[in-house]
């Protein structure tokens, strides 16, 4: 795992996106598997200024996104597909038949799950997924218990997270109490996993996925176990770790 520690939010932004602007450039018909939530946001927004002010060009790339609210229509304003379009899709050149989001009103849920899994392996594998962590430690909606081989599934979510959405709707009733979400099977078989942290609320979840054993109790851990994991935190959402300074070390002594 490659911890890079940054002083604060605008910093892991840039390098996030300095990050993934080298792939685009590089692969311009790269792979991105994408995360919605309160943590990308700044991520997507150094991406949108990389597009604008320095013709970064998204043209040919392949995006799938992590998960998706049930019951949710793209058209409701706290569905992922509109958070995806509002925050990033609109603003870039991507084409909208490369773009993946999982569909909340599919019908056969199972079947359409299925059909995810295999349209991620028709593009070969997904080459950089951007991940944040819950409060409860989950990647994407794998909540505590979560099968760490899982594939992408209905998953019922548990009581802190639909208490941490909470906040985005009118009334708690509204709150969905279901998601598709890829698996932790799935997520593990990017290229590179690239975790965003910041604020000190995360310290506590980000030193047990790093440093605690690795466990389904906080997926985020399995990430323990992939061989190329990034994770970008500030200064906040490092503060609990053990090897904060060995971190740092290594990341200022890089060999050339
Ligand atoms: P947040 O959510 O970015 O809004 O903190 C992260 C997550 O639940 O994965």
Redesign the pocket.
């Known amino acids: 795992m490659e911890v890079i520690i940054k002083s604060d939010y605008d910093a892991i932004n840039r390098e996030a996106a300095q990050y993934i602007a080298e792939l685009v450039y590089h692969k311009p018909t790269v792979v991105l598997g994408l995360?919605t939530?309160?943590?990308?946001l700044g991520l997507y927004r150094e991406l949108i200024r990389l597009h604008k002010d320095e013709g970064l060009d998204f043209s040919k790339i392949v995006t799938f996104n992590l998960d998706e609210y049930i019951g949710l229509p793209a058209t409701h304003d706290q569905s992922y597909n509109f958070f995806m379009w509002d925050n990033l899709f609109n603003h870039i050149n991507v084409n909208p038949t490369n773009v993946h989001i999982p569909n909340g009103m599919a019908g056969d849920i199972d079947a359409y799950c299925e059909w995810y899994e295999n349209e991620i392996e028709a593009y070969g594998h997904i080459d950089l997924q951007v991940?944040?962590?819950?409060?409860d430690g989950?990647?994407?909606f794998n909540e505590p218990g979560s099968s760490l081989g899982s594939r992408t599934r209905l998953k019922t979510l548990t009581k802190q997270?639909v208490e941490?959405n909470a906040r985005f709707f009118d009334t708690p009733e509204e709150v969905p109490r279901y998601a598709i979400t890829m698996g932790v099977g799935t997520i593990m078989e990017a290229r590179t996993c690239l975790l965003l942290a910041n604020g000190e609320g995360?310290a506590k979840v980000v030193a047990e996925a790093i440093e605690g054993p690795v466990t389904a109790m906080v997926t985020a851990s399995a990430l323990q176990l992939h061989q190329d994991s990034i994770l970008i935190l500030d200064d906040a959402a490092a503060s609990k770790l053990k090897q904060y300074d060995y971190y740092k070390w290594v990341y200022d002594n890089k060999p050339e």
């Not at 939530?37 to 990308?40: I, K, Q």
């Not at 991940?131 to 409060?135: E, N």
């Open positions: 995360a939530g309160s943590t990308p991940l944040g962590i819950g409060s989950h990647i994407a997270t941490d995360k």
